[in-house]
């Protein structure tokens, strides 16, 4: 047989799939890079764009080269293996939805501009899916009726399109994505909660078959309370989201989550409120240095603003914390709020930022948990250059409502065991939500349980972010050479690299090897190319398959090849 009809014939064997097992360099479209791209910030982007992952076609748009794709539907087969064998059942749900059924569960105003919309030829208005609760559900609503139905688990993988405010860092934060996106649909709480562990249980399979390093965290379930969201976390420095964690015990949250305990202020002497004069003093390390108090004595006034009219609040917070905006939104029911700009605090309340005041105050006013029995502190007057020292909360002013509003940072107390709280960061990659019947009593999916009672049906959601996990396994795993894809990931398995090409024994051997290889079911990228050595090891280790194979004239007279390590540069 010729080189030629060995190696077509080595690269036609394909796997129970119809991927082949082998093939060459030549005739991958992997186009690599010398140059990084001039606007990527994290290493994945850069990678991924440098060894012929990805292409960009506009913001927040990519398509996914060949390589890239066998990565995804590695990561693809594990999710559906893992959630497969749980019972859940996979479908396609289409990626074009009716603005009807987005007004119907009233998503249509809360998504906002992220929310694609357009009209089709009959005018009609339409939206391209960013999630599909809306879909599913009217689905379920049609053809569920009695409990005998339930439960039920589908799932799908399927391009969303959110236009994100800042796509950004490649396929992390994209506008176009793939998602894998589940909806289980139960009788009762027991077996809402029973669907809920099962995935929760599932999503953990499948990031620990991705070889990730991840946490699971406790997660903002918005204006529908209760504990059950949590978000599963790549560890990385690059990563958006703060986690907390605790060093004592497991306690594990989403910043934006995690609960503060209330630590009482020492209540001080009494004393009565005094006007003082704090020219041009409106910060709060300032204020504290010019009034000699500690900065957790000053009691922070800071005027948000919701999206309607009148949808004011003032939120009370000692000097040295801040306002975690996602607890404050969710006190006020779930509404999507912004730190007011200083000209529009000044129409609201007469005066700019700093000098805020609490007392008489007209808007609402949601104050943090340390600010009840808080001593004598300091406010602002509502009146430039003027501070009340000696202020007491209920005395001197009102509070609507005590919250727990602040935001947990490094060291705070753990609201489990009182351990100390260490902060770090992650990248979501997955999210699992307890949604109960949010959409089920909007959309009016209802089914008749046991006692021919009409009720609604329980619901969960579930997501994973395909491309998403693919780029933070390589923020989490790579070098200064490139990428060191897990092995649970990788496109291929192995770079095959004949140095001496125009050896007729040397590039025997090596098809030898190759067709050993295939027949092991092991996936196989073979450099054939006539480049030098040096070329061929700079792309293997871009590309970051976990093992590399050379075949040199040197290792042949040793009667071998040499085998690489790429995660740990071991012969
Ligand atoms: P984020 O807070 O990062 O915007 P999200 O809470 O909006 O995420 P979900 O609606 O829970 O995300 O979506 C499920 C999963 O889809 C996420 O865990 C993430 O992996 C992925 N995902 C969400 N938005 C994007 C995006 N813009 N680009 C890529 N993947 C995304
Ligand atoms: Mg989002």
């Known amino acids: 047989m010729t080189h030629h009809d060995r190696t077509r014939r080595i690269f036609s064997k394909l796997d129970p799939r119809g991927e082949p097992y082998a093939k060459s360099v030549d005739r991958c479209f992997a186009p690599t890079l010398k140059e990084d791209p001039a606007d990527a910030e994290l290493a994945s982007h850069r990678l991924m764009t440098r060894a012929g992952l990805i292409r960009k076609l506009s913001g927040g748009i990519y398509s996914y080269l060949p390589l890239m794709l066998r990565s995804m ?291 609402r006013v949601i104050a943090d948990n340390a600010i009840k029995n808080f001593g004598p502190g300091v406010v602002g007057t509502g009146e430039e250059d003027y501070h009340f020292t000696g202020a007491m909360p209920e005395r001197d002013f009102a509070v609507g409502e005590y919250r727990d509003i602040a935001l947990a940072v490094e060291g705070d107390p753990c609201p489990r065991c009182g351990g100390k709280l260490t902060l770090s960061k992650g990248i979501e990659v997955g999210h699992v939500f307890k949604l109960g019947t949010k959409y089920s009593e909007a959309m009016g999916a209802r089914f008749s349980d046991k006692d021919g009672v009409d009720s609604p049906i329980i619901m969960g959601c579930y997501g994973i972010g395909i491309g998403r996990t693919v780029a933070a396994a390589i923020e989490q795993s790579h070098d200064k050479d490139g990428i060191v894809f897990p092995p649970g990931l990788s496109p291929y398995e192995v770079s095959l690299l004949p140095l001496q090409t125009n050896n007729a024994d040397l590039m025997d051997k090596t098809l030898t090897l190759l067709d050993e290889l295939t027949d092991l079911e092991t996936e196989v990228l073979l450099d054939d190319r006539d480049e030098r050595p040096g070329i061929k090891f700079k792309v293997a280790d871009l590309l970051g398959f976990p093992l590399r194979l050379t075949v040199s004239e040197k290792t042949l007279a040793g009667g071998s090849v040499e085998l690489k390590e790429r995660a740990t540069g071991k012969i």
């Open 73 to 363: 539907r590695k990561l693809e087969r594990i999710v559906r293996a893992s959630l497969n064998s749980r019972g859940a059942e996979e479908l396609l749900l289409p990626a074009v939805q009716p603005l009807e059924l987005w007004k119907e569960s009233g998503r249509d105003k809360k998504y906002g501009p992220e929310l694609l919309r357009f009209k089709d030829r009959h005018r009609r208005d339409f939206v391209v899916g960013p999630t599909h609760e809306e879909v599913i559900t009217d689905i379920v609503r049609k053809d569920i009726r009695s409990h005998r139905d339930l439960p039920k688990n589908l799932y799908q993988i399927q391009t969303k399109f959110r236009d994100e405010t800042r796509p950004r860092f490649g396929l992390m934060r994209g506008r176009e994505f793939i998602m894998k996106d589940g909806y289980s649909f139960d009788a009762d709480e027991e077996g809402a909660n029973r669907s809920y562990r099962d995935m929760y249980e599932s999503y953990e399979e499948i990031f620990r078959n991705c070889g990730l390093n991840f946490a699971i965290v406790e997660a903002d379930s918005g204006a529908i309370g209760g504990s059950h969201s949590h978000e599963f976390m790549v560890l990385a420095d690059s990563g958006e989201n703060t986690l907390v964690f605790c060093s004592g015990c497991s306690y594990a949250a989403n910043q934006e989550k995690a609960e503060l305990v209330r630590r009482d202020a020492p209540v001080g002497e009494e004393a009565p409120l005094t006007r003082v004069h704090t020219p041009n003093v409106r910060r709060v390390p300032e204020l504290a240095a010019f009034l000699k108090v500690p900065e957790s004595r000053i009691i922070k006034s800071m005027l948000f603003l919701g999206e309607e009219k009148g949808s004011e609040v003032l939120a009370l917070i000692p000097g040295h914390r801040e306002v975690n905006l996602v607890k404050l939104e969710n006190a006020m029911g779930g509404a999507n709020l912004r730190l007011a700009e200083p000209e529009e605090a000044r129409a609201i309340v007469g005066v700019s930022m700093g000098f805020v005041t609490p007392v008489g105050a007209k808007v």
